[in-house]
């Protein structure tokens, strides 16, 4: 049964149709996501579907009794009455109640604090607490990954599953796409597709499409050269004039002219700067809690963050991610034991509330402060030119931040945080609001980037392409390290958790008095000092390293060209054993060199 069809809509804010005749269809069950660039119109159409906008022309016809809910990725700041009364106020039914205290205990959010007392992540929960309680025909979600942690998102993937209603969504979180859409809605230059397919196939069918697309557009630019070349310099248009053969040139003229082009690619560049030291951070049996805390949100946690790490740092909402970053970056003093940035450290930051924006003035303005120039990576470019490069037009580069997308805001903060010059590289929530195109630039930019990497993020294919270690708070002030991404904790958490559940079920006297790797440590009142011999290795370990690590990163260069093994087959292989070989010898430095950093700061 249809509940929702649109036929022929067409929208448009005073420039070309952000909506040109438009038609889809939502039935019982549908999954659908809509996908897009940012400011392709995808949110336009979710409030269109809504009936919070009107569209210029076009009909729309709803099921009878059709109830529709929509979650708006804006969060407002001023309804009244507590969390659960904001709640139990869109329930419906004689278990509305709780219903609404099932939703906003599964949302993690406090059910008697004002609303407005509310964080703005926790009111976005509230929200969606609110439009899942409501029971609606028809959910329409815009971003509704945002603010979620990872295991609130993998609930909401399930409870979507299992649930009697439709879906419409949009996100950027390829993950919630994979496991979610059973239907895809496009959006490309006005022009709305469905496709009756998951998102992994849609890739697939719109890559060969485009393709398509790009053929006939090279085909038609050709034949439109040659008919300019034909009225110019032909006889017969001269003489004979004809008017057929110049009507159709004049209609392809319109035709290319009218075809909306791409915006093109976002162009991102990531400086690192001086390198700095071997070590980025170092940090010693820290503790710490806020005031008015019943227990520590970190107890005895310890770390070295080296130079060309790239960790991402996962936990539930609520559980210090954002107060990790803080500590380490020294905003925050520890109650007990010691963290210090290495040598020649410098920070550029990404922070998720978006706070380094000024809302009152333009694009341009909030990049270059007034100024017409920019330099970036040391060349000194317009700020226009530099702007286009993340999709910013001209007009749109004079347009008050105020007016901009979600999306926009998110590649205005990525311009800015690119003029920066840091090696030690920390972003907080950098997907939020990002086309998925954008994203992949992102995931590229930072493979190549030279500097360290912290990461805090929710997208789990994100933290997967990028970071290559993982910490992992557990929520009780206990820390666990995890090389790879999201899907390697998830591998390791089951062995994880059921050895802490171990411990803490275990008798006081039966636990060992300290972990089992601490007796391979040297103890303060072992050793107090170095050796002369071990002051000389300290002193020339990090130019080993950096040697080793520039013969790996010429050899890994070198074996990329598939052309060695096929052209040079021996000298192929000699490098590849050398290159493991190398990559042996700098791990065995790389820990000799911890080791003696531990006993000479010890």
Known sequence: MALLTLQRISKAFGGPPILQDASVTIAEGDRACITGRNG???????????GILEPDDGEIARAPGLRAVYLSQDVPEDRPGTAEEVCEAAAHGLNGHSRAQEFLTRLGVPRDTAFTALSGGQRRRTLLAAALAGEPDLLLLDEPTNHLDIETIEWLEGYLARAPLACVFVTHDRAFLRRTARRVFDLDRGRLAGWNCDYETFLQRKANLEAEEATALRRKEKRLAAEESWLVHGVTARRSRNMGRVAGLMALRKELAEQRGRLGTAQMSLSAGDAGGQVVIKASDVTFAYPEADAPVFRDFSAMVLRRDRIGILGPNGSGKTTLLR?????????????????????????????GLKPEKSVAENVADGRDQVVVNGTTRHIYGYLQDFLFTPDRARTPVSALSGGERARLLLAKLFLTTGNLLVLDEPTNDLDIETLEVLEEKLLAYPGTLLLVSHDREFLDHVVTSSIVLLGDGTVHFCPGGYEDWQREKPAVLAAR????????????????????????AARKRLGFNEQRERARLPDEIAALEKEIADAE????????????????????????????????KLERWMELEELANG
Do not use: C, N, W, Y
Not at 334 to 350: K, T
Not at 502 to 515: E, L, V
Not at 557 to 585: H, I, N, P, V
């Open 40 to 50: 392709e119109g995808k949110s336009t159409l979710l409030k269109i579907m809504a």
């Open 501 to 524: 559940e171990r411990a803490q079920s275990a008798p006081a006297a039966a636990q060992p008095p300290q972990a089992p790797d601490a007796a391979l440590r040297p103890t303060k």
């Open 327 to 355: 500590l380490l970056l020294g905003e925050l003093a520890p109650q007990q034991g010691r963290i210090s940035l290495g040598s020649r450290v410098q920070v550029s930051f990404l922070d998720q509330l978006r706070a």
């Open 557 to 588: 260069a070198a074996l990329a060209d598939g052309r060695m093994f096929a052209e040079k087959g021996a000298e192929a292989q000699a490098l590849f054993a050398r290159l493991e070989q190398a990559k042996a010898e700098l791990e065995q």
